[in-house]
């Protein structure tokens, strides 16, 4: 099995900043795929930002030049600096990892347990 583990959320004044973390762990072949996902309150979970094994990246309109997605493949961890926040970033975070399990050998998709990020003075 494939575990995420997040960290980082919490509540920051419009104009500040937060550093999501998600470490991935288990039985892992190789991940490809990294991203964030958001839920705001009463709406659908969105996509914020991706980044593929290459380090190709992958933005929502509304955050770009804003956040900044990275990974660190020998942590097998996804992180999202978040700049200039804003209250309607305001929603509960969430990392999504795509990969191959090394147990089954079969691809994996896996979902964090989510955080939340509060915008507000």
């Known amino acids: 099995q494939v575990h995420l583990v997040e960290s980082g959320g919490g509540l920051v004044q419009p104009g500040g900043s937060l550093r999501l973390s998600c470490a991935a762990s288990?039985?892992?072949?190789?991940?490809?795929?990294m991203g964030w996902y958001r839920q705001p309150p009463g709406k659908q979970r969105e996509l914020v930002a991706g980044?593929?094994?290459?380090?190709?990246?992958n933005y929502k309109d509304s955050v770009k030049g804003r956040f900044t997605i990275s990974r660190d493949n020998a942590k097998n961890t996804v992180y999202l600096q978040m700049n200039s926040l804003k209250p309607e970033d305001t929603a509960v975070y969430y990392c999504?990892?795509?990969?191959?399990?090394?147990?089954?050998?079969?691809?994996?998709?896996?979902w964090g347990q989510g955080t939340q990020v509060t915008v507000s003075s």
């Open positions: 999504n990892v795509e990969g191959v399990d090394s147990d089954v050998v079969e691809p994996f998709d896996s």
């Open positions: 288990g039985t892992i072949y190789t991940i490809y795929t």
């Open positions: 980044i593929t094994s290459g380090g190709s990246t």
